[in-house]
């Protein structure tokens, strides 16, 4: 058979761009150094409950996400999420309240001051910014106000980069917004723009809602890695290195069988920023540290389950606490408001997230630390008394777990292009471009098919 097309790592990425060639008829071969499939998508079964160690929920941001559903086998089916839990919910003065969604909601929230409500009906006359590395946080307290930035642009980035808004920039981080301001003059001018543009049959595909997959997230990576074909991935491949020598790829790496190389046609990195100059020693330290320097935040992920909440209502899709509230926990998911199936009956299953980029250092901590930081929040953000205890506490570490979007990003995609220009059949692909959340990655697995 021909030379494979390599991918580094199977993880959503990696299998997803596997997946792609295989259907195409292309020969493949996935190298992962973990004895297990998935990456950071990681589905436990449990004491009746299903819980994810990784990311819980994805949104159907783009067409790819539902043609990739729609490949799938029949046993793997996506999930939209519940749409009586859609609320969200932020933590100000020591209670949760809903973030409004409508006008009334947003007039009467005790979120945000008078001021900056009122200020918001001049939003669509500011002035438009001209600084292309402008923060988030810098963008939003522009255009909105500070009590926005503080109670709902500050949860709403901890909750997806778990990172600061001050330090992530718009362009890079959220470029959907950047180019609403850039191209509209105002986000709630363009948003109304937006929604009166046409739209084509496969627009209408990325339907924006909350999906997982009925059982677990770890059934996609199963369904994928059921196409691609088990034997096309070898587990627990060690110490991998990739050689260029006269425009050939050789790679050597080691397995339990011991030390194997191989001749590639092409080589797709999915790895993070970190792992790469392992991989690629054959390019020189100054270029690779463009890239290897991105920051990742740190995140403790505990998945709490209690079988018998006493008939409490949980009916949300979770809480986010802004970084002024001061608390030690960023946020805490209800997957089983979402989702069928993840907690016994009358139960309930929560996420809860510590650390990110501003509060690495509770990452550190040992189990029984972060257990104590669980258990008491769990009493007194949710509310339990003491004399109901969670019946399953599982702790999931992440020391990379999501990419910053920063003013190095610009440097770093620079040199991925150059690399990828000097290095004929090279992909570096991965969250270290590109977005990064699931609906991103499935987007970037299917783009790398050629
Ligand atoms: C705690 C947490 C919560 C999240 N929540 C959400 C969410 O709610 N919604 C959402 O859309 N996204 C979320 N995400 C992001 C989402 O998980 C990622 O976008 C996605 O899973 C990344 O997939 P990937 O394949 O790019 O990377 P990874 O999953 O990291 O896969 C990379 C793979 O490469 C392997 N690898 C690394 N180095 C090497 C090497 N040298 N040799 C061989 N293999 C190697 C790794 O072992 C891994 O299997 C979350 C992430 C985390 C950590």
């Not at 002035?127 to 255009?143: C, F, I, M, W, Y």
């Amino acid at each position: 058979m021909n030379k494979p097309t390599v991918i580094i790592g199977a993880g959503l990425t990696g299998l997803t761009t596997a997946f792609h060639l295989v259907k195409q008829g292309k020969n493949v071969l996935v190298l992962e150094k973990n004895d297990l499939i998935g990456g950071q998508i990681q589905t436990i079964e449990k004491d009746g409950f299903i819980f994810e160690t990784g990311p819980n929920t994805g949104t159907v941001s783009n067409p790819e996400v539902a043609e990739l559903f729609y490949a799938m086998t029949p046993g793997c089916k996506m999930e939209i999420a519940n749409s009586d839990a859609a609320r969200r919910l932020i933590w100000k003065d020591n209670k949760f309240h809903a973030l409004p969604s409508g006008l009334l909601g947003g007039i009467t929230t005790h979120l945000f001051t008078w001021h900056d409500k009122f200020r918001i009906l001049g939003e669509p006359f500011h002035q438009k910014g001209s600084n292309p590395d402008e923060t988030v946080g810098a963008l939003a307290a522009r255009r909105l106000g500070k009590s926005f930035l503080d109670y709902a642009v500050n949860p709403f980035i901890s909750g997806i980069y778990a990172g600061n808004p001050m330090t992530l920039v718009t362009r890079y981080a959220l470029p959907k917004l950047y180019n609403l301001e850039q191209n509209y003059g105002s986000f709630i001018r363009g948003a109304f723009a937006k929604a009166r543009e046409p739209k084509s049959d496969r627009d209408k595909l990325a339907t924006k809602k909350i999906f997982s997959v009925e059982g677990g997230l770890s059934h996609l990576i199963e369904a994928l890695a059921d196409t691609i074909g088990k034997e096309k991935i070898v587990l627990s491949a060690d110490a991998i290195k990739i050689n260029h020598h006269e425009n050939e790829w050789n790679i050597d790496y080691n397995t339990k069988e011991g030390q194997q190389s191989l001749t590639a046609e092409r080589i797709i990195t999915t790895v993070g920023a970190h792992a790469l100059s392992a991989l690629l020693p054959f390019v020189e330290k100054s270029e690779i540290d463009k890239i290897a320097c991105l920051r990742y935040a740190p995140i403790v992920q505990v998945s709490v389950g209690v079988k018998n909440i006493g008939g409490r209502d949980f009916n949300a899709f979770g809480g986010l606490i802004p970084a002024c509230e001061r608390k030690d926990i960023l946020g805490i998911l209800y997957p089983a408001a979402c989702f069928r199936g993840r907690a016994p009956e009358g139960g309930m299953l929560f996420s809860f997230f510590i650390g990110g980029i501003n509060k690495s250092y509770l990452t550190e901590l040992s189990d029984i630390e972060i257990e104590n930081i669980v258990v008491r929040e769990f009493h007194k953000m949710l509310g339990f008394p003491a004399n109901i205890e969670p019946d399953l506490i599982h702790i999931a570490r992440h020391s990379y777990a999501i990419p910053q979007y920063e003013k190095d990003t610009g440097e770093r995609l620079a040199a991925v292009e150059r690399l990828q220009k000097r290095y004929c059949r090279l992909v570096i692909a991965g969250n270290l471009r590109d977005g990064i959340s699931m609906a991103d990655r499935i987007k970037q697995g299917a783009s790398l098919v050629i």
